[in-house]
């Protein structure tokens, strides 16, 4: 039943535009903000997302007029149509039902309300939910120009009623078989814990484990477990929903938005149930273009022989934070191009018009509520809208990167939910530091399970690893006996799958790889440091978290200046012949993590802070995106090049001039292809 996803149609033309909710709005209205959509570019809309209450407005009742309706100016303008189901929010008369709304962290059963309020492991809701999905299969499979089938919206969120208690108790005793096993794995003798009948357990909550908010748990791998069940449940609601449309339409690629670096599903389980991975793209304030570049490849990561979308990013601004700032001229632009660079295959925006009322009208839309067609947003989207054709042909493009960075959503719960070393130190936050100096020297990275086939790499990057089995540390050693340099550091290997510190060394599994121990392991406030000292004489700063480093069988490349420590390593390399593995025993500062890459890289010549340098190759030609985020850059070209955006053509050693926020498409024919 399940055909090769990679063989699935693709969209005749590059999908552009995004959500529309055309509901809303009367029939008038809505022809003309599609004919003002289509003049300026806008070529694919999302529709049906939030329907639920209209097609299904009674038990056992289904209507499908509203959406006959809405599709048929749609139709008649030819364009290509993403078909959402719309179990992202439940109808109110379904709230009624006993088991459908969520049970909160603090054990209050919810009421009708908000979205995302269904408990993934209610009866009633993955039968509805499977039910209606199946139907819109049913009757729009054969929809002119549907080019993929989008499932609810922005999975994620916790549940702790009976139905998941129950679910979480047929999901341990198939995981562990045996209370014996549980218990053992769960180290249940600690505060007497001890399960004597699967009844005995309880969802890990405000009631139960938690005290202090969802972080901080009595008892990590319980609430491990319950975050990999919710993960798992979720998923199986996916699935039911995926199961329902292939009956009818076993061709159009299925998909879910999903949401980057969102801790709330392991999307790598995920992975192979989608056929096209979409996410939403919403960069907070502070995150940087690197950690962008990190999610689009994380997201790209999960499935790389599959197309990458982006479904959402806002066209202007967003409404749901305390500050929502503009986008300056150009960086809707810039954010685009940076999507088509790390390869993805669709570029649409939330939202085609900004709704009245409730909690997004004033979040960004191509369309504001005056349905102004004269505005600074649609002109700088009608200018991408005449750009993105070029971006077909890139479809099926791959890049070669040459390092990886390694992200595993167990070691990020486990970490976070931590009692010791240290509660300051954010995953993702941790990675994207580390990662910086990289984005600026212009060295593109996959992101990758630690559990991937990491053979061939050059460089791998595996900070705050914390979950670290015998496996894990056996794939990453595999890597490096293959000639890649290693890089990891504090927490990490600190506990296995299980949530149990090794009965070894620290860095655990990892400690012979890196040839070192760890005996004690300093954690300090805001506001302390201690100062780092280079063997090359070079000084910086650390603060946070300092392993005082024993090399055993490595070379200290640092060490401490200050603190009772001070003349312990800090820093340290291991040569093994085929490759080198480098522990960074403390936090370093921004001066000190560039000085590491130095000594991981060699001095960088070309390190350009603010432009980032992206390579795709299609079957016949090399792409150069030349990403401006920030500064003016002039860039001497080291090959014939076409702007796919301008058409002008640059001879080998033309330089140009960039200025942020700017973008630069360069085509260049590989060897012996035609130009
Ligand atoms: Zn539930």
Redesign the pocket.
Known sequence: MTADPAARPLPARFPYGGDYCPEQWPAEVRAADLDALQDIGVNTVTLGVFLWSSLHPAPGVYDFSLLDEILEPVLARDMQIVLATPTGAHPAWMARTA?VT??DFEGRRHLFGARHNS????ATFRAESAEIAGLLAQRYHDLPGLVAWHIGNEFGGM???????A?FRRWLQEKYGTLEELNRRWYTLFWGHTMHSFEDIVPPSALSEHWNGPAYTAFQIITLDYRRFQSE?LRECFRLEKQAIRRHSPDVPVTANLMGFFPGIDYRRWADDLDIVSWDNYPRIGHGPGRVALAHELMKGLAPDRPMWLMEQTPSQTAWRPDNPLQEPGLLRLRTWQAIAHGAEATLYFQMRASRGASEKFHGAILNHAARTDTRVVREVAQIGAEVRAAAQLRGSRTEHRAAVCVDWDSWWSLEMSDGPTRRVPYVEEITRIHQDLFDRGIGVDVLSPDADLTGYDLILAPVLFVTGPERAANLERAVAAGADLVTGFLSGRVDEDDQAPTLDVPGHLAPLCGIRVDETDSQPEGVDREIRWADGTICRADTVFDLVTPVDAEPLADYGSGFYAGTAAVTRRDTGAGRVFYVGARLDEAGLRTLWDQVLGAAEDRAPGLERVRRRTEDAEVLFLLAHDGAHRVVLDAASTDLLTGDSFPAGAVLSLCAPEVRVLRRPLEGAPA
């Open positions: 088991d969520r049970v408990c993934p492991s209610s549940c702790y009623c009976e139905s998941c208690a679910g449940a």
